[in-house]
């Protein structure tokens, strides 16, 4: 790799594609635009925001040829580093002003969107034409992209019937480290258009889940299906997580259920404690819009109004099941076959109030971000074989009882998100809370008026590195039993895993597609 040219002059060039206004490099931007929502790294050369695939490869041109790392960014939701430069001087691409719906396409069964659309900006714009893409976004929706979501891969809404954000893309347009462009699928073709994902090899799948290592996803194609009006809530609890997993890991394997997930006893404190009925109240107007009518929409918004929250208060491990289906009949039939997977593996069903305020309200604010009192939070996953997920339960409640000790003493809370993603896999993601200052992202991700209430605490440098002691050996853990994860970013063992041969190709195409190792350097270890 030569070595790069004064920054000066590339800061001229890409402020000649841009515009001056849209190439930042004042030190507050080039902090905040340098760190996620777990980590912090050397501050950005520039940060620059293309507007149009032609203003992005321009940018990738100019930054790659003067010898600069250039790194993507998309809602900056993320907590593995994905975005974080590993190297000074590094040149940010924030994608926000790439985020228009460009094609809506009914006949054809498609959507095309820039990368940098939000996931509630893609459901708000399909949401009257009764259609919708199989996969539709993460919790964190309302920031998070497409384009974010395709490199990192994501999973939730119409993950357990669709599995994660991948499965659900057909083609796409890619800047490559020189600034070329090309494309995938059906729309690689010079008369075609991007109906289809397979015609030859699967060069829309190279693209996704490489965390920004490949290139740069411009242009997105995602398939549509109908809107399924039909839906059935139902909610459980369990006094084991065993029992949990089992029942969760059967609802999965029968694919009865469009989102399937659920919390251990800490991690549903933390969210009741961060939330409040008012918040619930305030919620009922998703609930009752989603009901279909004036009668039904009362009566919805009256049964969680009712609930209210006491009846968390004797519930343990809690299961969350969305049913969707084309017309109540089938829906309901679902909702009986989970009922009696619930009795079989000794669950009992509780109120519906969770899983109908959260599809209600599917891009709600990202205050769970941070703990309840302005805690630190962070995750660490793995997606799992269902004959695995036990086991691996099992094995980080053994770390967890291995590092009691220090848990204790820096005050740090452990809990569990499960998932289920299609009907083969199963996603299991500990979290972590613990006092410490927040950063520049929380701040301007949270909602104010949250924000102020948050007790907030100073920097602590040392619980931060004991929870990362901690995550470590948990990943170690889940590499052990070839568990494989989303958002792979720079921290989870990806290189590291991979067989030999596998590697081997793997490092040849980045090679032939960023020869000088400048698209977003040290991403899957790369």
């Not at 991690?267 to 008012?278: D, G, P, T, V």
Request: aromatic share 8%; proline share 5%.
């Amino acid at each position: 790799m030569s070595m790069p040219q004064p920054s000066s002059g590339l800061l001229e060039q890409l402020s000649g594609c841009l515009g001056q206004e849209h190439v930042l490099t004042d030190d507050y931007s080039c902090a905040f635009y340098a760190q996620d929502v777990y980590s912090q790294g050397t501050p950005a050369l520039a940060v620059a925001r293309p507007g149009s695939t032609a203003e992005l490869s321009a940018v990738v041109r100019a930054c790659t040829a003067a010898g600069y790392a250039v790194i993507p960014r998309g809602g900056g939701m993320s907590y593995t580093s994905g975005y974080v430069p590993a190297e000074p001087d590094s040149v940010v691409v924030d994608t926000s002003r790439m985020s228009r719906v460009l094609e809506i396409n009914a006949e054809d069964m498609y959507v095309t969107v820039e990368c940098g659309c939000t996931w509630q900006a893609l459901h708000e714009a399909l949401a009257d034409t009764g259609l919708r893409t199989p996969y539709w976004g993460t919790l964190s929706g309302r920031y998070a992209t497409v384009g974010g979501g395709l490199s990192q891969n994501a999973i939730f809404w119409g993950s357990g019937q669709f599995g994660s954000a991948a499965d659900s893309v057909i083609g796409l347009e890619v800047v490559l480290a020189d600034g070329s462009v090309v494309r995938t699928g059906s729309g690689a073709q010079v008369n075609g258009s991007p109906f289809f994902r397979h015609y030859g090899p699967d060069l829309t799948g190279l693209f996704t889940c490489d965390s920004g290592a490949l290139g740069f996803k411009a242009v997105i194609t995602l398939r549509l299906i109908p809107q399924l009006p039909a839906k059935e809530y139902l909610a459980m609890d369990f006094k084991s997580g065993a029992d949990a997993l089992a029942a969760m890991s059967e609802i999965g394997r029968k694919g009865l259920a469009m989102e399937c997930f659920g919390f251990d006893p800490y991690l549903q404190s933390q969210r009741m404690k961060r939330e409040s009925l008012a918040a619930d109240v305030k919620s009922l107007t998703g609930v009752m819009k989603s009901s279909g009518s004036v009668f039904g929409a009362l009566k919805e918004g009256a049964k969680v109004a009712f609930a209210g929250r006491r009846y968390m208060n004797e519930v343990d491990f809690s299961i969350q099941v969305i049913v969707e289906e084309r017309c109540p009949e089938a829906a309901q039939l679902m909702a009986r076959q989970v009922r009696d997977i619930i009795a079989r593996h000794n669950g009992r069903e509780i109120e519906n109030s969770i899983p109908k305020i959260v599809r209600a309200n599917p891009f709600g604010p990202v205050n769970n971000m941070v703990g309840p009192e302005g805690e630190r939070w962070v995750p660490v996953h793995a997606l799992l074989p269902h004959s695995k997920v036990i086991a691996a339960f099992a094995g980080v409640e053994a770390i967890k009882e291995r590092h009691a000790a220090l848990i204790e003493e820096h005050g740090i809370g452990m809990g569990y998100l499960f998932a289920t993603v299609s009907t083969n896999c199963f996603a299991l993601e500990p979290v972590f809370f613990w006092p410490d200052e927040l950063n520049e992202l929380h701040r301007k991700s949270i909602t104010p008026d949250h924000l102020k209430r948050l007790k907030g605490f100073p920097a602590n440098e040392a619980s931060r590195a004991a929870v990362a002691t901690i995550r470590q050996d948990i990943i170690e853990l889940f590499t052990g039993m070839g568990g494989v994860h989303l958002q792979i970013g720079k921290s989870y063992r990806y290189r590291e895993g991979l067989d030999a041969n596998t590697l081997k190709l793997i490092s040849s195409i980045k090679e032939l597609v960023d020869p000088q190792n400048r698209v977003n350097p040290g991403s899957l270890g790369l």
